[in-house]
């Protein structure tokens, strides 16, 4: 094996673990958005806004937003300044309402992540 083609077995090597990498982010990233789908009542595309707005104003990483989104999910814990920007953040959003099934309801969910309200 020559050095310009270990060279490039070291790149591919390296290439096939970003494309891991990136798979897995965008999985845990999807997961998250479906949450914000499911407990902040909004579409799929306002939640991504949601998970990038919390992101940019909290000075996270986007992709761990959506993990701590995912244990807030699965053990109801959510670090105070997350609770606090993602409650801001999807109440500014607000829930979508799908045409024809009359006024929003109220929150069916329990405490609204950060503040022990409803």
Known sequence: MTHSEADRILELEAEVGQL??????H???????G?????GRVTPDRG??????VSQHTNIKLRNVAELILIWG????????????????LDRYGPTQ?????????PAQGPAPGTGRG
């Open 98 to 106: 799908v045409p024809g099934t009359g006024p929003e309801p109220g």
């Open 35 to 39: 949450m914000m789908v499911a407990f």
């Open 74 to 89: 699965r053990r109801g814990e959510i670090p105070a300044d997350i609770g606090a920007a993602l409650e801001e953040t």
């Open 27 to 33: 999985a845990v990233v999807d997961q998250a958005i």
């Open 48 to 53: 991504w806004e949601v998970l990038k707005d």
């Open 20 to 25: 891991r990498e990136a798979m897995a982010s």
